[in-house]
């Protein structure tokens, strides 16, 4: 099984600020096949980036994904209140399907 | 429209039994897996597991901590899949998300979740 360690588990930034965000795997995940979804209180987690790199329909171009192999990073050019949520990365390389642990974005 | 409506949830006792069932509509249910995904009060999000398609063999795979105990199958006919629970414990407790899965055979990113559904195992 694939383990997935996002860090860090709470990033506290302001509204305009850039965001960065770590999926490390504990192998390779096949054919980049990570996801990256954002969760509100209450509501179903949101696709927002897969295969490591592409963003899902509808999905605005401040939201970016990146890395290959084992280390996977989520960033968010310039923060909007909006943005602030639970975010977790996904590979779908290999069952079974792993989720990391969350980071939760807090606004500062 | 996709939509996956969630249903069956509720309270039940350790070490019984509870079956979900996940109604889709807006797509061409037969053509693609479907999966389960769950999430504990205030905790992260658990791969459940996931049913191919009648394509693919309509075999299933499960995460380590429910093999053995839940059993996903899929009615084509009415667009149904299901989620049966066996031999529950109280860490099942979590809301449980139906999820639309690959068009193949393979794992996929998750494009669409239902509303998840509720079950509380509890004496």
């Known amino acids: 099984e694939i383990v997935l360690t996002q860090s860090p588990a709470t990033l506290s930034l302001s509204p305009g600020e850039r965001a960065t965000l770590s999926c490390g795997a504990s192998q390779s995940v096949s054919s980049s096949y990570l996801a990256w979804y954002q969760q509100k209180p209450g509501l179903a987690p949101r696709l927002l980036i897969y295969?490591?790199?592409s963003r899902a329909t509808g999905i605005p171009d401040r939201f970016s994904g990146s890395g290959s192999g084992t280390d996977f990073t989520l960033t968010i050019s310039r923060l909007e209140p909006e943005d602030f949520a639970v975010y977790y990365c996904?590979?779908?390389?290999?069952?079974?399907?792993?989720f990391g642990q969350g980071t939760k974005l807090e606004i500062k | 429209e996709v939509q996956l409506v969630e249903s069956g949830g509720g309270l039940v006792q350790p070490g019984r039994s509870l079956r979900l069932s996940c109604t889709a509509s807006?797509?061409?249910?037969?053509?693609?897996?479907m999966s389960w995904v769950r999430q504990a009060p205030g905790k992260g999000l658990e791969w459940v597991g996931f049913i191919r398609s009648k394509a693919y063999g309509g075999t299933t795979e499960y995460a380590a901590s429910v093999k053995g105990r839940f059993t996903i199958s899929r009615d084509d006919s009415k667009s149904i899949a299901y989620l049966q629970m066996n031999s529950l414990k109280t860490e099942d407790t979590a809301v449980y998300y139906c999820?639309?899965?690959?068009?193949?055979?393979?794992?996929?990113?998750?494009?669409?979740w239902g509303q998840g559904t509720l079950v509380t195992v509890s004496s």
């Open positions: 807006g797509f061409t249910f037969g053509d693609y897996a």
């Open positions: 996904q590979q779908y390389g290999s069952s079974p399907y792993t």
């Open positions: 999820t639309r899965g690959s068009y193949y055979g393979s794992g996929s990113p998750v494009d669409y």
């Open positions: 295969d490591a790199s």
